[in-house]
């Protein structure tokens, strides 16, 4: 406070007489430090130019007016204030508010002192003031900040501590006691805070760090485990870092933060994450995650395995153009693109895969969009289901249903002819012996005797072509050995070799040399026979029979191709009938229908087939496809 000279403070009396008036103002006037003297009744007598600018008023306004009119907002203590110093209390201070007439906010501190008389009579009060604005402000925003510091601190669970190494003190604020689990009046000390970290990795790994950063200078950062005072283990990070003044170590500052409760999360999360891995990686699936652009981001061990690689990374950032053909890789990407762009899932799609190798795998696709938090997509998720063994198996019942249709067909047919023919057969008998009975004539029952004898001939021939039929059908163990076909048609040439020369006939073998095949040979052997015993019996009258044969690889099978010049067939009037039993196209009195039928019966039980293209007059050609695998 300015010091004021005893017969200015203390000489009232003249200065209501006006004793020296003019000299006592100019000196007021002149004070730096912002001052008012009020007399009992609160109202201003002498004042500083200082405290007039201060508050921004005009000299001549202010004097003899209340303090209370000056500043009708100040508060009840100040008031209270003003009034203990007119009852002699001395050095009173406050601190308030004002308000100018422009809204601008200033804090003043008021240091408020009794005013006496030369008899030490109180005589009014003296006040000087002090703009502290600045200083309120950095208090208010000290506070502010330290109760920011203080909520973040306890939501955080972040304490401090400081270690003043002049002194060998250890403090630890409220929060470090906390995490601790020690009281408040706890008094720390730097063996006592190491010996709370767990033994072993814990606290070898902290009295390391605290060495190292004495000796060196360095900062830590680490995440390590405490046990409390009330024994339970916790997982915090502490972190610090040496004081130095004028070079010289002082101490060290550092944080505490219980991460107990985010490192139980993290350890959660990993299991989860580790378990949800095992689950997908050991499902039966094809399972994948696709970005945006269609790179796979994630994939599962089945994936990995089924594009050829031992591990994920190799898959990971790879679309499908960098691992399947573009056309394919176009479809994939185009139903990509759709499930995306529209959020609709594509489910239980058949698909076929064809990687660069060129394998073939058919899967039951689906293909589901992914959503971030903003209900935006992100990718995909693909899961595919390898059913190709399915399809497999699917084309495998579906042949034997073929399989067993026709069978049922040949069976019925089979049955048909069996009752059509033993029923022929009998009728014929039962006829030849009423008349063998009623005739009385030696010569007629000798001629009837003798058709009885070619009757049971027919019948007999019959019967065996029946059990040849029912032979190959049912003759489920047949077993195929590989033969050089070039070579069977020679030896078959060989045999025939009479019947030919007979008829002029002549074969073209055009076989490939080595040209091998997987038969029966029996039926092989019959097969041939047939088609060029055929060739020859149905020759054209003008023409010597000339037959050719040329054999070709098609994909599983070997074609054989017999081809012929001789009367040829029409297939518009008999194609169905072809391979009929006892079906017969031309007048031949050799022909009984039962080659073919029984030609077709052997190639099918080799699982081949056979076709025909033939044109009257000109000639045949069959062809026969043989299973060159199974």
């Not at 002049?166 to 190491?194: F, G, R």
Request: glycine share 6%.
């Amino acid at each position: 406070m300015t010091n004021i000279p005893f017969t200015l403070v203390g000489n009232y009396d003249n200065m209501l007489k006006g004793t020296d008036t003019r000299s006592q103002n100019y000196l007021i006037k002149q004070l730096p430090r912002p001052t008012v003297f009020l007399n009992t009744k609160l109202e201003v007598v002498l004042v500083s130019d200082s405290w007039i600018e201060a508050f921004g008023f005009e000299g001549s306004d202010v004097m003899g007016v209340s303090i209370l009119d000056l500043f009708p907002d100040a508060s009840k203590e100040w008031l209270e204030v003003l009034n203990s110093c007119l009852r002699g209390r001395r050095g009173t201070t406050g601190i308030d508010r004002h308000i100018d007439a422009e809204k601008n906010e200033t804090w003043f501190e008021w240091i408020n002192e009794p005013w006496f008389d030369n008899k030490e009579n109180i005589c009014g009060i003296i006040i000087q003031t002090d703009d502290v604005t600045q200083r309120i402000k950095k208090e208010l925003e000290h506070d502010k900040t330290r109760i920011l510091l203080d909520t973040k601190s306890e939501i955080a669970g972040i304490g401090s501590w400081e270690f003043n190494a002049l002194h060998n003190e250890l403090s630890w604020s409220p929060m470090t006691k906390q995490i601790h689990e020690v009281p408040e009046d706890y008094e720390p000390s730097l063996e006592s805070a190491i010996e709370f970290y767990k033994e072993g990795y814990s606290r070898n790994t902290i009295s390391m760090i605290v060495y190292k950063a004495i000796e060196t200078g360095s900062s830590w950062s680490e995440k390590l485990q405490i046990v409390t005072a009330g024994g339970h283990e916790k997982w915090i990070i502490a972190a610090g870092k040496p004081l130095y003044k004028n070079g010289e170590y002082i101490g060290l500052i550092g944080t505490i933060q219980d991460v107990t409760n985010i490192s139980e999360s993290e350890i959660k999360t990993r299991e989860s994450e580790k378990l949800l891995r095992t689950v997908v990686d050991n499902l039966p699936l094809n399972l994948y995650i696709k970005d945006l652009e269609s790179r796979k981001i994630l994939v599962n061990k089945a994936e990995c395995s089924y594009m050829g690689f031992t591990n994920a990374d190799q898959l990971l950032g790879k679309s499908d153009f960098d691992l399947y053909d573009n056309n394919i890789a176009q479809l994939s990407r185009d139903e990509d693109l759709y499930v995306m762009n529209n959020g609709a899932s594509i489910l239980g799609k058949e698909t076929i895969s064809v990687r660069k190798d060129g394998s073939v795998t058919h899967f039951l696709t689906s293909k589901i969009p992914l959503y971030d938090q903003n209900n935006e997509v992100y990718g995909l998720m693909g899961i595919s289901l390898d059913i190709s063994d399915l399809k497999q198996k699917e084309a495998e019942l579906r042949d034997l249903i073929n399989v067993t249709s026709q069978q049922n067909k040949k069976l019925i047919n089979f049955a048909h002819i069996v009752s059509h023919n033993l029923r022929s057969h009998t009728a014929n008998f039962s006829m030849l012996l009423d008349f063998l009975v009623s005739e009385e004539d030696p010569k007629e029952k000798n001629r009837i005797i003798h058709m009885l004898t070619e009757a049971s001939d027919n019948l007999l021939d019959t019967l065996d072509n029946l059990n040849e039929v029912v032979a190959i059908n049912t003759n489920v163990n047949i077993e195929k050995v590989s033969v050089c076909l070039n070579e069977r048609v020679k030896a078959l040439e060989k045999t025939l070799s009479a019947y030919l020369i007979n008829h002029n006939a002549s074969i073209k073998n055009e076989i490939p040399k080595g040209t091998r095949v997987r038969v029966v040979p029996a039926y092989l052997d019959s097969i041939l026979m047939n088609f060029l015993t055929n060739a020859v019996k149905y020759k054209h009258p003008e023409r010597d029979p000339i037959i050719r044969l040329s054999a070709r690889k098609n994909k599983n099978f070997l074609e054989l191709a017999i081809e012929d010049n001789g009367l040829g067939i029409d297939l518009d009037k008999y194609g169905d009938k072809l391979f009929g039993m006892y079906k017969t196209f031309h007048s031949h009195k050799d022909a009984r229908g039962i080659g073919l039928y029984i030609t077709k019966n052997q190639i099918e039980a080799m699982n081949g087939k056979i076709t025909a293209s033939s044109e009257v007059g000109k000639g045949t050609t069959f062809k026969i496809y043989f299973d060159d695998k199974n």
